[in-house]
């Protein structure tokens, strides 16, 4: 029978100091969809990268249980296909709602498109997504206007420090990855109040 001795030695920290950290569990079919609900409790995500999360489940599986690869990756692909078909992941919405917050910070359109590819989006998704921002304006130039004015730049500047800083500010804007005319049209404007009344053109 254990003694408070033994129950002791076994709540005993690891040697080097803190507790013992447990090894990834074993991707069951149990729990890889409980790992894709906390994940998607915590996390928007579009259908591809929900699968690369529960992906690296499975590979830390086979590392440390034997788990099999291809057994685990169709329990991966039947949870993600359930998920989608239940209304759980959906591309268009995912989509839509990260281009619309990353628009709102000022990302210029072509990073939004590469960030939604990134994540495994399809193309006519991404673009879909991407024509639902702007208000019919110019999307680019509604960003770019975001941008500057989260930023402090071009007549979101104090007057007399805008001439000084008009090369920089265009620096910026470009490797934001807005276009030449975008960034000169939004560092040149007159004002903040010329500028909003671009973008509301």
Excluded: C, W
Excluded at 1 to 18: K, S, V
Excluded at 46 to 73: F, N, Q
Excluded at 107 to 134: C, D, F, N, Q, S
Excluded at 152 to 160: D, K, M, N, V
């Amino acid at each position: 029978m254990d003694g408070p001795a033994n129950r002791q030695d076994r709540a005993r920290p690891a040697a080097g100091g803190g507790t013992r950290r447990r090894g990834p569990k074993r991707a069951t079919a149990k729990h890889l969809e409980n790992a894709a609900l906390h994940y998607l409790e915590r996390f928007a995500s579009s259908a591809a990268h929900l699968r690369r999360v529960l992906m690296r489940r499975v590979e830390r599986s086979a590392r440390v249980h034997g788990t099999d690869r291809a057994e685990g990756a169709a329990l991966v692909d039947d949870i993600v296909a359930r998920f989608v078909r239940s209304g759980l992941v959906d591309d268009r919405v995912y989509a839509e709602g990260r281009a619309a917050a990353l628009f709102r910070r000022g990302t210029a359109p072509r990073a939004i498109r590469a960030a939604l590819g990134a994540k495994g989006v399809a193309a006519p998704t991404i673009e879909a997504a991407l024509g639902t921002l702007g208000d019919g304006g110019n999307p680019e130039l509604v960003a770019a206007t975001a941008l500057a004015r989260r930023r402090r730049l071009g007549p979101f500047r104090p007057a007399e420090t805008r001439a000084g800083r008009r090369n920089k500010d265009l620096a910026a804007l470009a490797r934001a990855g807005f276009g030449y005319d975008v960034a000169r049209r939004v560092i040149d404007a007159d004002d903040p109040d010329m500028l909003e009344s671009m973008t509301d053109a």
